[in-house]
């Protein structure tokens, strides 16, 4: 896109020609405030592996994933269960799903009301379970069972000395057990719960750096048409309902606040399209085309300045270009071509103070550069890099992007259009 603008600009301070008439061509509006886009619904394959889920959920080793801190829970005394790595998890290709997860515990025991000390042990726990996905918004799980296998035995110190109390553990985890399925299960339901994925998801749709914008993601609705899970990953479709914000680092705009929410009815689509918008602010443009035509004039003191104050057209003046006393004015309104590309329509133009030889070849300067500006028009799709989007795991398939609105002010050049192609995330 940086190239576009660039070139687009370069092109017009090489003209001299009074109008350059372009076929089918829709010429850029005034707008002080610029249009908003409207976000729609597109159809997102997905393939997320068990351990990015876990990333998004923060299952680390040394997180904390049960604490009884008193004697009211159905434990009867204080217990703190942590990570001690990361876990397992397995699909069967169906509904069912296992877990692995090897953790440590400290209890506290009373005997007659008085502590009995810090009981430590180590086990690794298997836990399998059905998931019940009738909606992105209803996951749930049932039908959970668990076993153990001891890695360290528990022990209790008595007079300095260690006691082995496993088989008191294992008792207490016998007469509690269902009490224990209860708890689990009301945890992970907790956890896959509609209001505990849309906080994830919030976390984790994050603006990026793309080239010299960033873009920010706006991401309103998703709906679950299916969920498959694998051996290692999570496939399926969604539909999403969101569009793109392209922005210039340099606005200081890093995030974008989502607030997305999971519903239940999957949309009918006639088409599949992500909608988005770029605001190139004139200044940026400014520096990028002087420091261009520095270089292709070999002209190290020559200025580039735009006006912008007027609503009709946008003012240019290039010095120095020609030798120190040459003043280029040109007028120009920026115009979308058959709704794929970018071209400008020159309305005025002011070649001054041309020295010697230049001026006597002004005419055949001015013809050649027309000829230029009569041919110029630029496909944005062949400036769009997909190896960074590709590199965070967002693939579109049959890429195809449609510019549809021109807009300009004082402040900014707007592009909005829709990006057609297949969507898939693999993460």
């Not at 399209?273 to 020559?302: C, G, H, I, T």
């Not at 496909?379 to 449609?402: A, C, Q, Y």
Request: hydrophobic share 40%; charged share 20%.
């Amino acid at each position: 896109m940086r190239y576009l603008l660039g070139l687009f600009l370069l092109v017009v301070a090489f003209s001299c020609r009074r109008e350059v008439v372009l076929p089918d061509a829709k010429p850029a509006i005034f707008q002080e405030k610029f249009s908003q886009i409207q976000p729609q619904f597109m159809q997102v394959d997905f393939e997320i592996s068990y351990d990015t889920i876990q990333k998004w959920l923060s299952f680390k080793p040394g997180k904390t994933i049960f604490q009884s801190s008193n004697n009211a829970s159905f434990i009867g005394f204080p217990l703190q269960v942590t990570l001690l790595n990361s876990i397992k998890i397995q699909g069967n290709n169906a509904n069912g799903l296992k877990f692995q997860m090897p953790i440590g515990f400290i209890a506290e025991p009373s005997l007659a009301g008085f502590s009995a000390g810090k009981v430590n042990g180590q086990m690794d726990v298997s836990v399998q379970a059905e998931l019940q996905s009738t909606s992105a918004n209803s996951l749930s799980i049932k039908q959970l069972q668990y076993s153990y296998s001891w890695k360290e035995k528990p022990s209790l110190k008595v007079a300095g000395f260690g006691v082995n109390v496993t088989s008191v553990i294992d008792r207490l985890l016998a007469s509690k057990q269902d009490q224990f399925i209860h708890q689990i299960t009301s945890q992970v339901n907790q956890s896959i719960h509609a209001s505990s994925l849309e906080k994830m998801l919030n976390n984790s749709i994050r603006s990026m750096p793309i080239n010299d914008f960033m873009i920010h993601p706006k991401v309103n609705q998703i709906a679950l048409a299916q969920l498959d899970l694998g051996t290692s990953v999570l496939t399926g479709t969604a539909y999403v309902n969101s569009s793109l914000e392209f922005s210039q680092p340099m606005e200081n705009r890093n995030t974008l606040s989502n607030s997305v929410k999971l519903i239940s009815q999957v949309p009918s689509l006639t088409n599949s399209s992500l909608p988005f918008s770029v605001d190139l602010n004139w200044e940026y443009l400014r520096q990028m085309v002087e420091s261009q035509w520095r270089k292709a004039s070999n002209q190290p003191s020559l200025s580039l300045s735009i006006d912008r104050t007027n609503k009709d057209f946008v003012q240019c003046e290039i010095k120095g270009y020609k030798g120190k006393a040459s003043t280029f004015h040109f007028n120009f309104i920026p115009v979308l071509v058959e709704d794929k590309k970018v071209s400008i329509r020159l309305v005025s133009k002011d070649l001054q103070g041309l020295g010697f030889p230049s001026s006597l070849f002004k005419k055949s300067i001015i013809r050649r550069l027309e000829r230029n500006l009569a041919s110029f028009s630029v496909d944005p799709t062949s400036f769009l890099d997909m190896s960074i989007w590709r590199e965070k795991g967002i693939h579109v398939e049959s890429m195809d992007l449609n510019l549809e609105t021109l807009q300009w002010n004082q402040d900014a050049l707007h592009l909005s259009g829709k990006m057609l192609g297949k969507w898939f995330i693999k993460k």
